[in-house]
């Protein structure tokens, strides 16, 4: 196995998350090109995602070239060092396409023994989250500490929907069934952003039935690293909870009280 620091791994996802901001932010700048369907009519792809995408692999390539890649937008290299990279080169596309300031670059390294190093990269606000393995987690140049709530009914949560409308009709008729035990929900379309903020503590948790790890794995390791929870479900319907994330004060309670929205659906 090539032998890889955290600190080496954060440096170079750093550097692609924010060479593939910046073009996103300038492709932003002119009409959006390119934009196709992928898993549903409603869940879009652009030229900028996959033009960051590119970005972000030749630049891993360009210094890690026996790395295994892993990107959203299809770019996948077997690779044989044992050094993994996950990216999500565009994570909100929806919101980005819209104009609907709120969307990142994810991207995380693995190794065999598991995540290493992650990034979330927020353009729009130049706020970077960045976490190495047993290294913390910071925001440009402050550490980051998840929420010390310890109440589930004064929690602030965040979630997210499927493309599938079926799906979303599930994940709705769950998220009736949370309100009642929470302070409030908010959904602003970017899973990995999300992440970042449970363990910025802006949210004091967050659940998703996201499943592809370019999605969640650099903000789980964020919530992990700022002393946040993270539990991984493998549910058989696609529409329930995958990724529960929170301060440790509320997590067995939010992870309880999702397991009894979910019965019966």
């Known amino acids: 196995m090539s032998e890889l620091s955290g600190a080496a791994a954060l440096a170079l996802a750093t550097e692609a998350a924010r060479e593939a901001g910046a073009l996103l932010l300038e492709l932003r700048r002119s009409p959006v090109a390119g934009v196709r369907s992928k898993s549903s009519a ?23 070239p026996d790395d295994a890649l892993i990107a959203e937008e299809g770019s996948e290299t077997q690779g044989s ?5 996950y990216i999500d080169p565009l994570d909100g596309t929806i919101n980005y396409l819209y104009g609907v300031p709120h969307w990142s670059v994810a991207i995380c390294c693995a190794d065999t023994a598991g995540p290493l190093a992650g990034v979330v990269f927020d353009p729009v606000r130049e706020e970077l989250f ?4 047993g290294g913390g987690a910071r925001l440009n140049d402050q550490p980051l500490a998840a929420s010390d709530k310890s109440d589930l009914a004064s929690a602030l949560v965040a979630t997210g929907f499927g493309y599938v409308a079926e799906q979303r009709e599930t994940q709705g008729r769950i998220l009736a069934r949370v309100l009642g035990d929470i302070r409030d929900i908010r959904r602003f379309g970017s899973a990995a952003l999300d992440l970042s903020w449970v363990a910025a503590g802006r949210y004091d948790a967050y659940f998703e039935s996201v499943d592809k790890p370019w999605d969640w794995m650099a903000g789980a390791l964020l919530v992990r690293e700022a002393g946040g929870r993270v539990t991984q479900l493998a549910p058989a319907d696609p529409a329930l909870p995958r990724i529960i994330a929170s301060g440790p004060g509320i997590h067995d309670d939010l992870v309880a009280l999702l397991a009894r929205a979910t019965e019966g659906l």
């Not at 409603?42 to 890690?64: G, N």
């Not at 060092?81 to 990279?85: A, D, E, L, M, V």
């Not at 960045?130 to 393995?133: D, K, L, P």
């Open 81 to 85: 060092s044992g050094i993994s990279w």
């Open 42 to 64: 409603t869940d879009l792809v652009s030229e900028a995602d996959e033009r960051a995408e590119r970005a972000i692999v030749a630049r891993i390539e360009r210094r890690r």
């Open 130 to 133: 960045a976490a190495t393995r």
